[in-house]
């Protein structure tokens, strides 16, 4: 393979990344669910909210009188959901209690159209000037022939864009309600992209080839960095722990030592530097100890030149210190995080499962850490 020729494609070439905004509904695995999503527009359309519920209205009439060259008027609306007729069910409509005029709405995500619109249609008996029907889709959808002229087509995007478009977030009383309507924004436009060839899914398929052999060198890498971490802990006579390549525990599986090696290298295959962290690390019941640790080796020279990391839980990264590497020392990773460990970690570390461990033989592999 000409990695070369492989550089060069990727120099040349910038790669579309797009960002997947996932929401709540994606997460609980309801985005595609209508009654759910009918539910949320009948919500939106009748809360408590002002600006919300005004907003969603008047979008929906402008795109209603756009459409139909009808002008419907309301003073003081109310929704209803799943309303039944004599046939079937309604997903949404939107009544008055004041004006005749009335919205009838099929919701449609993935499924066929197979509901009965005339008998939908007739049912509401109210003139025709006072009533529209919606046939809400994802994509663009032709509509049957028998009610044509009695309902019109919107894409949910139609609608949420224009929503968008005259929405005022500063307006919103309610936070939560700022953040429940951009969620719900984001998986309609998720939705309505989700069967559509985005810019990403188009450059793999104009250059397939080349992204192809870009995957080789990710798995080369991955497996690399995967070795390299095994040659680490066999040099210091240890185990490795965990199987992310961004990083690994190194510790003495055999004695179940709480105190340990992390090392941690996510600049490095993210692409964003060369860098690693080498992190001395307190678990469980050491952690407990980390006041009596401090106290003990607060003026170890190996102590006073880390920074302390984070403390999360039953773990606390008690001593931490970042590396650069360039690339031709990455080509022997484990000598310069070995040499880095035994030089800048050794000695404390030593100390410090002697103290927390003084029951526990470690002369197996404490040598390795130690300087000649």
Same mark, same amino acid.
């Given at each position: &393979?000409?990695?070369?020729?492989?550089?060069?494609?990727?120099?040349?070439?910038?790669?579309?990344?797009?960002?997947?905004?996932?929401?709540?509904?994606?997460?609980?695995?309801?985005?595609?669910? @209508?009654?759910?999503?009918?539910?949320?527009?009948?919500?939106?359309?009748?809360? #408590?909210?002002?600006?919300?519920?005004?907003?969603? *209205?008047?979008?929906?009439?402008?795109?209603? !009188?756009? %459409?139909?060259?009808?002008?419907?008027?309301?003073?003081?609306?109310?929704?209803?959901?799943?309303?039944?007729?004599?046939?079937?069910? /309604?997903?949404?409509?939107?009544?008055?209690?004041?004006?005749?005029?009335?919205?009838?709405? @099929?919701?449609?995500?993935?499924?066929?159209?197979?509901?009965? *619109?005339? #008998?939908?249609?007739?049912?509401?008996?109210?003139?025709?000037?006072?009533? /529209?029907?919606?046939?809400?889709?994802?994509?663009?959808?032709?509509?049957?022939?028998?009610?044509?002229?009695?309902?019109?087509?919107?894409?949910?995007?139609?609608?949420? #864009?224009?929503? $968008?478009?005259?929405?005022?977030?500063?307006?919103?009383?309610?936070?939560?309600? %700022?953040?429940?309507?951009?969620?719900?924004?984001?998986?309609?436009?998720?939705?309505?992209?989700?069967?559509? &060839?985005?810019?990403?899914?188009?450059?793999?398929? @104009?250059?397939?080839?080349? /992204? =192809? $052999?870009?995957?080789?060198?990710?798995?080369?890498?991955?497996?690399? &960095?995967?070795?390299?971490?095994?040659?680490?802990?066999? =040099?210091?006579?240890?185990?490795?722990?965990?199987?992310?390549?961004?990083?690994?525990?190194?510790?003495?599986?055999?004695?179940?030592?709480?105190?340990?090696?992390?090392?941690?290298?996510?600049?490095?295959?993210?692409?964003?530097?060369?860098?690693? %962290?080498?992190? *001395?690390?307190?678990?469980?019941?050491?952690?407990?100890?980390?006041?009596?640790?401090?106290?003990?080796? $607060?003026?170890?020279?190996?102590?006073?030149? =880390?920074?302390?990391?984070?403390?999360?839980?039953?773990?606390?990264?008690?001593?931490? %210190? !970042?590396?650069?590497?360039?690339?031709?020392?990455?080509?022997?990773?484990?000598?310069? /995080?070995?040499?880095?460990?035994?030089?800048?970690?050794?000695?404390?570390?030593?100390?410090?499962?002697?103290?927390?461990?003084?029951? =526990?033989?470690?002369?197996?592999?404490?040598?390795?850490?130690?300087?000649?």
């Amino acid at each position: &393979m000409e990695y070369s020729d492989l550089s060069n494609f990727f120099n040349e070439n910038e790669i579309p990344i797009e960002e997947q905004k996932l929401g709540f509904l994606e997460i609980i695995k309801k985005a595609h669910n @209508e009654t759910i999503n009918s539910n949320i527009y009948a919500h939106f359309l009748s809360c #408590e909210d002002d600006e919300i519920k005004y907003v969603f *209205l008047r979008a929906l009439l402008e795109i209603i !009188e756009t %459409k139909s060259e009808k002008e419907l008027r309301f003073s003081n609306h109310y929704v209803l959901t799943e309303f039944s007729t004599d046939k079937g069910r /309604v997903d949404i409509v939107v009544k008055d209690l004041i004006q005749p005029s009335t919205i009838i709405i @099929e919701n449609k995500l993935y499924h066929w159209l197979h509901n009965d *619109l005339e #008998e939908y249609w007739t049912f509401f008996n109210i003139p025709d000037a006072n009533k /529209v029907g919606v046939l809400l889709t994802l994509e663009p959808n032709e509509i049957p022939s028998n009610v044509k002229g009695n309902f019109i087509n919107i894409t949910h995007w139609e609608w949420i #864009e224009k929503i $968008k478009d005259q929405l005022n977030f500063d307006l919103i009383s309610n936070n939560a309600y %700022k953040i429940y309507v951009t969620d719900f924004f984001n998986s309609i436009e998720r939705l309505s992209t989700t069967y559509k &060839m985005n810019d990403s899914a188009k450059f793999y398929f @104009e250059h397939a080839s080349q /992204v =192809k $052999k870009a995957n080789h060198t990710l798995n080369e890498g991955h497996k690399f &960095m995967a070795e390299q971490y095994a040659l680490i802990a066999s =040099k210091l006579g240890l185990e490795t722990y965990g199987n992310d390549v961004n990083w690994v525990n190194i510790w003495d599986e055999d004695n179940v030592l709480d105190t340990y090696f992390t090392i941690t290298n996510y600049d490095i295959m993210s692409g964003s530097g060369h860098k690693y %962290k080498i992190i *001395l690390e307190l678990n469980r019941k050491d952690k407990d100890r980390l006041d009596e640790v401090n106290e003990n080796f $607060k003026n170890h020279l190996q102590y006073k030149d =880390k920074f302390r990391g984070e403390s999360v839980g039953t773990y606390c990264h008690f001593l931490v %210190k !970042e590396y650069d590497i360039s690339l031709e020392d990455l080509n022997s990773f484990a000598n310069h /995080v070995v040499d880095n460990i035994v030089s800048d970690f050794g000695e404390i570390f030593i100390a410090i499962i002697n103290h927390l461990y003084p029951e =526990k033989n470690i002369e197996n592999w404490k040598y390795n850490f130690l300087k000649n």
